[in-house]
Every structure is written in structure tokens, then in C-alpha cells.
């Protein structure tokens, strides 16, 4: 696949499957040997169902959560995605418990890409700034 045609693949995942909740498209858009690495740790290997609990844990503990890509980075088989998160905090995240807070973070993903598919992702989220929203004061 081109360069061009992973980055649209990648605006999907966060446009369609994450803020819309598209479960429907997680085999058209998620290999099956898949590693979620935040499920799996890095370099473990995975299945589509590690993106499946990934996702039905963020849309339970963020409410309303939108995923904005900000910039896309390519090369090869590899985009770096700079993306905004955005929700209603209604369970624990980041060891936080549910505040009812609305918060925004940015995170960097590196999604790699097979056959038109993600077989890899990985995301550094920005965890002191959506904790420092989200926990009470003096925490």
C-alpha cells in the first residue's frame, strides 16, 4: 500500500472506529493477528480481540470521547499518528476514578501497517497532563 493509503487508513481508525464507535469495522480495518500493544506489552503478540477490550474500555470510562488526529507522520509500513482525545470522564483512567470531568489530552500512536490493515499500535499518551484534569486537587 502507498504511504498515502496508510495515513487514510489511520484517520480512519480514529475518525470511524474510535469516535464513532464503529465496532463493525475492526476486521475490515484490523488485522487478525494484531498486536495492541497496550493490551499485549510491546513487541507481544495479539489478536483483534485486544483492540476489541481496548475499545470497549475507553468508550465506558470517556463518555462522548472524540479522537482528532492533529498531524500524520509516514514512511514505509509505519505512520505516526499526533492525535487529540477528548471525553467525559466516567471510569478509571490513568488510575484515576471517575470524576465526571470533561478533559483533553494529545497522544502519539505508531501504527504499523500490512495488507491495508493495522497489525501494530502503540500510544504514548500525555498521562500527567489528562491526570492533572482529571485527579482532585493536591493529588
Known amino acids: 500500500m502507498s504511504i498515502d493509503a496508510n495515513k487514510a487508513l489511520v484517520e480512519r481508525y480514529y475518525h470511524e472506529l474510535v469516535s464513532e464507535q464503529r465496532l463493525d469495522?475492526?476486521?475490515?480495518?484490523i488485522a487478525e493477528d494484531?498486536?495492541?500493544e497496550t493490551r499485549v506489552g510491546p513487541g507481544g503478540s495479539g489478536t483483534r480481540e485486544d483492540f476489541r477490550e481496548h475499545l470497549?474500555?475507553?468508550?465506558?470510562?470517556?463518555?462522548?470521547?472524540?479522537?482528532?488526529?492533529?498531524?500524520?507522520?509516514?514512511?514505509?509500513?509505519r505512520v505516526i499518528a499526533f492525535w487529540r482525545i477528548e471525553g467525559t470522564?466516567?471510569?478509571?483512567?490513568?488510575?484515576?476514578?471517575?470524576?465526571?470531568?470533561?478533559?483533553?489530552?494529545?497522544?502519539?500512536?505508531?501504527?504499523t501497517i500490512r495488507d491495508g490493515k493495522v497489525v501494530r499500535y502503540n500510544v504514548?499518551?500525555?498521562?500527567?497532563?489528562?491526570?492533572?484534569?482529571?485527579a482532585p486537587a493536591g493529588l
Open 56 to 77: 470497549r474500555w475507553l468508550w465506558q470510562n470517556v463518555k462522548d470521547v472524540k479522537a482528532t488526529v492533529e498531524d500524520l507522520v509516514a514512511e514505509g509500513d
Open 124 to 134: 504514548l499518551p500525555d498521562r500527567l497532563g489528562i491526570i492533572q484534569q482529571l
Open 25 to 29: 469495522l475492526i476486521e475490515e480495518l
Open 89 to 111: 470522564h466516567t471510569g478509571p483512567v490513568f488510575g484515576v476514578p471517575a470524576t465526571g470531568r470533561t478533559f483533553s489530552g494529545f497522544s502519539i500512536s505508531t501504527l
Open 34 to 36: 494484531a498486536a495492541d
